[in-house]
């Protein structure tokens, strides 16, 4: 079955440092890619997709992914987290003619 | 205006009682898409629609209903509320007409509470 697995329930940075969030995907193909973000009380917001091309993906906030299909991954990057980035991110993924599926999300703290 | 917008934004019921959701767009999609959300579970498809003719159930259609009125509206009923279905609900939209790709757009989202 087709599935999106986010192995970190929680992670908390230090503001400033660098975070990395991961993603990893079961298809039998490679699916679109997206990583989402929900700030406390909102909805969520699309940063980046993936679809095909650049494996190394810019997001909105300073945000990167990279595409890595021997992995079956999609790892969310930032190179220094602000306090404001604290959110839920989630992973989506799908292909053509389907709905996404998500991931359970990982929770971000930005400690001072 | 928002694009994709949900009524109402927060809701408190009891077992047993009718509910109706409501999401309507002006974005001009043909896809639409209900969520629920729960801490630690992430979003779960309940229903979704590809066009107003189009209705098919996602991965946790028992106990909810949707009615798709026209491409811009799209419900979700749960016929007898019950405790568990206490969750934050979204609404999304996504282009269709054979877009390459299913970037989805979120509403505000829906907390229902059912006591």
């Known amino acids: 079955a087709q599935s999106v697995t986010q192995p970190d329930i929680h992670i908390t940075v230090s503001e400033g440092a660098s975070l990395e969030l991961r993603c990893n995907y079961s298809?039998?193909?490679?699916?679109?890619l997206f990583w989402y973000v929900q700030s406390p009380g909102q909805g969520l917001q699309l940063l980046l997709k993936?679809?095909?091309?650049?494996?190394l993906v810019q997001g909105i906030k300073g945000f990167e992914a990279e595409f890595k299909r021997s992995q079956s991954s999609f790892n969310l990057r930032k190179p220094s987290v602000h306090w404001s980035d604290a959110a839920e991110y989630f992973c989506a993924a799908s292909q053509a003619g389907t709905a996404l599926i998500f991931g359970k999300g990982t929770t971000l703290s930005v400690s001072s | 205006d928002a694009d994709v917008t949900q009524t109402p934004r927060n809701r408190i019921t009891k077992t047993g009682k009718r509910i109706m959701l409501e999401c309507s767009q002006t974005?001009?999609?043909?896809?639409m898409y209900w969520y629920r959300q729960d801490p630690g579970l992430g979003l779960r498809l309940i229903y979704y629609s590809f066009d107003v003719k189009d209705i098919n159930k996602g991965e946790i259609s028992d106990g909810y209903s949707v009615s798709r009125q026209a491409q811009a509206k799209f419900s979700l009923s749960l016929e007898s509320a019950i405790p568990n279905q206490t969750a934050l609900y979204f609404c999304?939209?996504?282009?269709?007409?054979?877009?390459?790709?299913?970037?989805?757009?979120f509403g505000p989202g829906t907390r229902l509470t059912v006591l």
């Open positions: 993936y679809f095909s091309g650049d494996t």
């Open positions: 974005k001009g999609h043909d896809r």
């Open positions: 298809y039998g193909a490679t699916p679109y």
């Open positions: 999304a939209t996504s282009i269709g007409r054979g877009g390459l790709y299913d970037e989805q757009f």
